[in-house]
């Protein structure tokens, strides 16, 4: 499995969480390290957004996929 499935799989599991507030989440791309997502929906346009990927998506992603740094939203 390469590093781009797994954190699809990841985020796959995130999903339902955002989704149940009216957001939603999409992989832009996985590289050396750095993923770049995209958040939609309710997601996009709250204050609270940063901290969700921060202590949220990226806590996850970096406890479930070593090979990932840092998690920025684009």
Same mark, same amino acid.
């Given at each position: 499995m390469t590093e781009q499935e797994k954190v699809q799989a990841v985020l796959n599991k995130i999903r339902p969480?955002? =989704?149940?507030?009216?957001?939603?989440?999409?992989?832009?791309?996985?590289?050396?390290?750095?993923?770049?997502?995209?958040? =939609?929906?309710?997601?996009?346009?709250?204050?609270?957004? =940063?901290?969700?990927i921060k202590n949220g998506v990226e806590r996850i992603l970096k406890q479930q996929v070593p090979e990932v740094k840092e998690v920025v939203a684009v």
């Open positions: 969480s955002l =989704q149940a507030d009216g957001g939603d989440i999409e992989l832009i791309s996985v590289k050396d390290g750095i993923v770049s997502v995209k958040l =939609q929906g309710h997601c996009a346009g709250c204050p609270m957004s =940063q901290m969700t």
